[in-house]
Structures are given as structure tokens and as C-alpha cells.
């Protein structure tokens, strides 16, 4: 959470610092704020999105070289313009901004006050920033010095960038529990949250780990650890194209990513799977496969969406590997003492690869012996480097803040996943794996088709936007679809929704149902589908509004709807995939009926890197 940058070299900073937070928004969008040296510190900071900033200094003169920006996601202090980042210091020749939290900044700001410091924000990043301060003044050090003592002495996660009105070439760098990238350019450097801020002027970047400090120069890059030893940066090549973090012509991030998954799946399978010859290939599976196969339990750890991906990849793993499986939300599971088992795997999913939660989750499971596989959509991110095998999804960035390509892409890895290790097993029949294998290779064309009737989502949606709650539900394969539904709705349009196993509706949910709440079914043809319409008949009999997704030609379960949308045909293990995207869509479009603004929702924030 909270989006990084900073500049130093012969650029002007502003132009860069100001495209790179634009980028980065997708972290945090609460308030923005930018500091750059030009004889003297100036800072420029204001509540809201990146463009509330950039139209308040439209024509003012924003000259110099080096600079540090920031985009917010709110954890000490409400929005606004005092709380932004950057903070000064209290001698004013500071600046700093953070991304995390400083869990005893209370203590130190007591301390400090005694010790006469006044603060002008609630933010623990002032704290932190004055306690630096106070360290450099009390020791007489230098700032690199004054910042490595701080950070021995402070409880909690950072990334912080600082500036000094009296080294006006110098930004300091530090990591802990959040990600920090450095671009390398020909006399100058770049830092960001992620690789996008930089991606226009070099592709030669290293990635910062924990309890790492950085001092840039425009001519100079040293890497050091929290012991002040020199470590030789590892430099690597980016090979994520501009276009991938571009809108290209759509309105906005999450519909161009709704649209890009038939290539993203494609894209995830390719070179992987080949259903003419039978198999599949995945270096991280086979690499481990004796670990897999012989896993006593699979324990799935994830947040969000991905957590919904673990609960369709529990059915999977358990229908065609006949291995226990468990899932868990991260959050959950890292603060109790859960029983691991020598040979458990745990399957970390994460599309950011930076989730607080699911990171410190696999450390304690591998601290207790845990093998872990990581399947994750960007490469290098610290869930993939904390994993000891892994399958990434490829998905390409996702920027939108509502997970969609990511989800369809983990779908699509954990089937193969699953497919290796039950062909290993014995647990799949030939004929059932190759089966699977082709209606795996048809899922890229199907969700194509399905992209080519948007029209009839729109106009639904413009009839469903004044509905004050949803319902979603499903049952087997449908029910964590439903729930990714409701996930989607909410998140996007503000509207609640709720997603539940169909049978479970009748245990609470019933109640709310009358002629102002629509049911979403999600109803592909299955071995369940009789049960499930025995359910809409329900809904209907106390005035709900179905509306289904449905398998294409199914008349006999569109004949009790009042509205539906159908995907083509598939086998129950693959249908995630198709009967998520007309939900991904119809949440897009309400969202959009309402205003909201769809990439950037209320409160939420793409990377979650607090805990
Ligand atoms: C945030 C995002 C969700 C995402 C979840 C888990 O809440 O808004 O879209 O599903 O984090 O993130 P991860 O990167 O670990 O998949």
C-alpha cells in the first residue's frame, strides 16, 4: 500500500516523479504529494488522486533534479493535506515518505515530545522521520548513519525515501516488508514501488530486499545492509513492455484487463500445456514432484480474490489428486498456531506477489517445515522469492484494483497444477486427463465469445444499479465463483452483495428476499444444476429477481430466470473461468452507471502491504 518514487540525475524530476505516482495510484489513492530539491526544500501535497495535485500546480515553476513522491493509502491518520506524505522534519531540512506502518511509533513520539518535538500530523512517518532526525542531531552522524540506527530501533514494516536540503544529489532508501525497486539509468536512478515509474528510461533494475539500504546518486548506487556492509547489487533486465501498463484505447484499466484474458490464459498455458500430445510441462512441478505427490495435505494460503481461487482449487486438487485440502486466509492463519505436518505443501496465491499477510504466512510455515509453491502473477515480487518452487500465472500487470486476468490466470495454473501431480498420482484416468487437457486449450476461444456480448450485460446492469443489495449463489465449482461475484460488485459499485452456497441460502440469506433483491446464480450445466434451479424456484416464490449465468442452450434453466446471461459449454473444472467473466463485466458496468470510478475504488488498494 501507498506508491513510491524518486528521481536523481539530470532530468527534471517533477514530469517523472508525476507519471510515475500516476502509475502507481493502483497502491493508493487517499492523498499525493511530491518534494524536490532546487535550492531549498519544497514540498507540494493535497488530498486526493495524483490529477487533484497535478491541477493545483498547474504553471508554478517545479524545477530540480532530484525529488520523491508519494500516493497514499491511508493507515495513521485520515486523508488529507496534512497527513500526506512527503513530511518535513522538524529542523525543515528533511523530507521523507513511507509506505507501511511503524508499530512503536507511539513510544517514540512520546520520547520525543518530552524531548521537545511537536508534530503536525497523526502520521507515524513524521515520527519516524523527527527520530531520524534526532538520531543524526543527538549522535552527529551522518543521515545514512542516523537512518541505519533508527531502523534497528523501530517495530513494523517500511519502505522510505528521504531527501536532504543540505545533499542535494543523495536519496536514502530503505526496505522492510514492502517493495523498493531501483532503476539504473546512464548517470541517474530511479526508484519506485514497482518497476512502472521507470520502465521509459532503463530496463536495468534491482530489487531491494528487507533490512536493505540504498544511497543513490545521479553517478552512484551502494547497497548496504542494517550492519553497514557494502552488498554488490543485483541487476536485472525488465521485460515488461510499456503497452502492458497502458490503457490502449479502453476507458479503463479493469475493462481492458476483462478483455485481455482470452491472450492471458492463452498466454498462462502456452508452452505449458499441449493437448494434442498429452501433457503438460512445468518446470516447478516437476522439479518437486516428489514433494507434491506425496504431500500428506495441500494448505492453500491467500487474501481476496486469490483466496477465492484457492477455494475453486480445493475442489480441483481434492476431485483429481484425492490430496487433503485446506484453505485459509492468510490473515487468519499466520496469527494462530496452526498444526503443519512434515510433507505439507502450502500453496501461496498472489497476484501482487507483496500481500503482507500471505508473505508472513509461508515464512512461518516454512519456519515449521512447510514446503512451499508460490503461484503468483509477478515475477521477482517477494512471495515468489520466498517460495521454494513455484508456476507463475503470466498474466501481465494488472493495474485495475479489482482483480480480474489474475484470477482466470490462477485458475488456470492450479488446474495444470493439479492435472501434473494426479497424472503422477495415478489419481486421473487417461482418458479423463486428456480430457480436461483439451477443454483447458478451448477455455482462451470460449471466454472470446463470451467478450463478444457485452451489449446485454450493459443494459442489465443499467436495470440492476439502484438495487440497494445482492445476493450470489452457487453450489460445487459455482459457489466460489458466486462469491468472486459479490466480491467484484462490492468492491466496485459500493453496492452490497453477499455470495453463498445455494443449499446455505436458505439458512439466513432467505430472509432478505423480496421484489427489490436480485439473485445471482451462478448455474452453469452440471451434476448440481436440477438442485440449484430448485432453488431459484425459491427465490422466485418470494418475489426475488434471478438472474443467472447459464450454459449456453440450457432453455429448461433460463425458463425460470427472469434475466440471464449464457457462457459456452464446458466440464465443471474449467467453467470458473467462462462463468466469471459475464460477473467480472456486469460489476464493471454497474460501477460505471454509478459513477464510480472503477479502477480506483473507495479505500481499496491494490497491493496490500499492511497487515
Ligand atoms: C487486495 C486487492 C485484491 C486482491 C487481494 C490479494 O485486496 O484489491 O484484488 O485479490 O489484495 O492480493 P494478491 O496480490 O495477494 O493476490
Request: aromatic share 6%.
Amino acid at each position: 500500500m501507498c506508491g513510491i518514487v524518486g528521481y536523481t540525475g539530470p532530468r527534471q524530476a517533477y514530469p517523472i516523479i508525476l507519471k510515475g505516482l500516476k502509475r502507481l495510484e493502483y497502491r493508493g489513492y487517499d492523498s499525493t504529494g511530491i518534494a524536490l530539491l532546487n535550492s531549498g526544500l519544497k514540498i507540494f501535497k493535497k488530498k486526493g488522486k495524483v490529477t487533484d495535485l497535478e491541477s493545483t500546480l498547474l504553471g508554478q515553476e517545479l524545477h530540480g533534479n532530484i525529488g520523491i513522491g508519494h500516493t497514499r493509502w491511508a493507515t495513521h491518520g485520515e486523508p488529507n493535506d496534512v497527513n500526506a506524505h512527503p513530511h518535513r522534519s522538524a529542523s525543515g531540512k528533511l523530507a521523507m515518505i513511507h509506505n507501511g506502518i511503524i508499530e512503536n511509533f507511539l513510544q517514540l513520539k512520546k520520547d520525543l515530545e518530552k524531548n521537545g518535538y511537536s508534530f503536525k500530523s497523526e502520521t507515524d512517518t513524521e515520527v519516524l522521520l523527527n527520530f531520524i532526525e534526532e538520531i543524526r542531531i543527538k549522535n552527529k552522524c551522518n543521515l545514512e548513519e542516523a537512518v541505519r540506527v533508527a531502523l534497528n530501533r523501530v517495530v513494523g514494516a517500511y519502505v522510505i525515501l528521504l531527501i536532504d536540503e543540505d545533499d542535494p544529489e543523495t536519496i536514502i532508501a530503505a526496505r522492510k516488508g514492502s517493495p523498493l525497486v531501483i532503476g539504473i539509468g546512464k548517470n541517474e536512478h530511479f526508484l519506485g514501488s514497482d518497476a512502472s515509474p521507470m520502465l521509459e528510461y532503463t530496463r536495468e533494475v534491482v530489487y531491494v530486499n528487507d533490512y536493505e539500504l540504498v544511497i543513490v546518486k545521479p553517478n552512484e548506487l551502494i547497497l548496504k545492509n542494517l550492519e553497514n556492509e557494502t552488498i554488490t547489487p543485483f541487476v536485472q533486465k525488465l521485460d515488461i513492455e510499456l503497452a502492458a501498463i497502458e490503457k490502449n484505447g479502453y476507458d479503463y484499466f479493469m475493462l481492458k484487463e476483462i478483455h485481455e484474458q482470452p491472450k492471458t490464459i492463452y498466454d498462462c498455458l502456452r508452452g505449458r500445456l499441449d493437448a494434442e500430445n498429452g501433457t503438460i510441462t512445468m518446470a516447478g512441478v516437476e522439479l518437486n514432484i516428489e514433494q507434491l505427490k506425496n504431500a500428506p495435505r495441500l494448505i492453500i494460503v491467500a487474501c481476496g480474490t486469490s483466496w477465492h481461487a484457492g477455494l475453486i482449487a480445493e475442489y480441483i486438487f481434492e476431485e483429481l489428486c484425492r490430496i487433503p485440502v485446506e484453505v485459509e486466509y492468510a490473515s487468519e492463519f499466520r496469527y494462530r498456531n496452526p498444526v503443519i505436518n512434515r510433507g505439507d505443501v502450502i500453496i501461496a496465491i498472489s497476484q501482487s506477489g507483496e500481500t503482507a499477510d500471505t508473505l508472513v504466512a509461508i515464512e512461518k510455515a516454512k519456519e515449521k517445515g512447510a514446503f512451499i509453491f508460490g503461484v503468483v502473477n509477478v515475477v521477482g515480487s517477494s512471495i515468489a522469492r520466498a517460495s521454494h518452487a513455484g508456476a507463475y500465472t503470466h498474466a501481465g500487470p494488472e493495474i485495475g484494483v479489482a482483480s480480474t486476468k489474475a484470477f482466470t490466470a490462477q485458475l488456470a495454473v492450479l488446474t495444470m497444477v493439479a492435472l501434473k501431480i494426479a497424472k503422477e498420482k495415478n489419481t486421473i484416468s487417461d482418458e479423463r486427463f486428456h480430457q480436461l487437457l483439451q477443454e483447458l486449450n478451448e477455455i482462451p476461444a470460449k471466454v472470446s465469445k463470451i467478450l463478444e456480448y457485452t451489449e446485454k450485460i450493459e443494459a442489465l446492469a443499467k436495470n440492476l444499479k439502484n438495487a440497494q443489495n445482492f445476493l450470489y449463489l452457487g453450489r460445487g465449482y459455482n459457489f466460489p465463483v458466486a462469491l468472486e461475484g459479490a466480491l467484484k460488485l462490492k468492491e466496485i459499485s459500493y453496492i452490497h452483495a453477499e455470495g453463498y452456497p445455494a443449499a446455505e441460502m436458505k439458512h439466513g440469506p432467505i430472509a432478505l428476499v423480496d421484489n427489490s433483491l436480485p439473485v445471482v446464480f451462478v448455474a452453469t450445466k452440471d451434476e448440481n444444476i436440477e438442485k440449484v434451479m430448485s432453488n431459484m424456484h425459491e427465490i422466485k416464490a418470494r418475489k426475488g429477481k434471478v438472474i443467472s449465468i447459464i450454459t449456453e442452450n440450457d432453455n429448461l434453466t433460463a425458463s425460470i430466470c427472469d434475466e440471464f446471461l449464457s457462457v459456452p459449454p464446458s466440464d465443471e473444472i474449467v467453467a470458473p473461468m467462462l462463468s466469471v467473466v459475464p460477473l467480472q463485466l456486469l460489476a464493471y458496468y454497474i460501477g460505471i452507471e454509478k459513477g464510480c470510478d472503477v479502477d480506483k475504488p473507495r479505500n481499496l488498494a491494490k497491493s496490500v502491504t499492511v497487515e
